[in-house]
């Protein structure tokens, strides 16, 4: 029986495809948060990345930090890292705004959605060392792996701004 693909992952699994990125799909009840994933991502070979939708004070930045599921994003450290003041977490507004995605579906993947290439992404240093990784297809029933090299490509042709930061020395 063929799955089921949901409005929201459509345009990710369009643009992987526009772009030859070859990925697998895995299907599983919703995960809000990488510590639930944990039980539901068991038996998947790859590394597994929690995703921060955050904002300046101002509100005025937005940026989108990414970070093993297992690791510590301590907010000021992290704004620290990234050359900015105070960070907290942005609202769902925002979110739907410039993501297009609602609270618990966070994923780089929603960079398809940022048009004006608002939001700036910041990638922990260690996912350079993982072969395949994982993220949500911008709904968070689903869980999208693919490999490093692949995701780079993807992140390329996003346009947004990304950088490498040391998630360890922020948190």
């Known amino acids: 029986m063929p799955r089921m693909v949901l409005a929201e992952e459509q345009p990710v699994l369009a643009r992987l495809t526009q772009l030859d990125i070859a ?3 895995h299907e599983h009840p919703p995960i809000a948060t ?3 994933g944990l039980e539901h ?5 790859a590394v597994h990345w929690k995703n921060l939708f955050l ?15 297992t690791k ?8 620290d890292e990234i050359g900015d003041g105070k960070l907290s977490f942005a609202s769902a507004e925002r979110l739907m705004t410039y993501l297009g995605v609602t609270p618990g579906s966070v994923s ?12 700036r992404a910041f990638v922990d240093k260690d996912l350079k060392a993982a072969v ?9 029933t689903r869980t999208l792996v693919l490999s490093f090299t ?14 490498f930061i040391d998630v360890d020395r922020a948190g």
């Open 23 to 25: 990925f697998d799909r």
């Open 34 to 36: 990488g510590d639930e």
């Open 41 to 45: 991502w068991e038996g998947i070979d």
């Open 55 to 69: 904002r300046n004070q101002k509100g005025t930045r937005h940026y989108l930090v990414i970070l093993a599921v």
């Open 72 to 79: 510590r994003g301590d907010l000021r450290m992290v704004a």
């Open 108 to 119: 780089p993947f929603g960079l398809i959605h940022d048009t004006d290439h608002h939001v």
């Open 132 to 140: 395949r990784i994982s993220f949500h297809p911008n709904i968070n």
């Open 150 to 163: 692949d995701f780079e490509k993807y992140l390329a042709a996003s346009w947004n701004v990304v950088r």
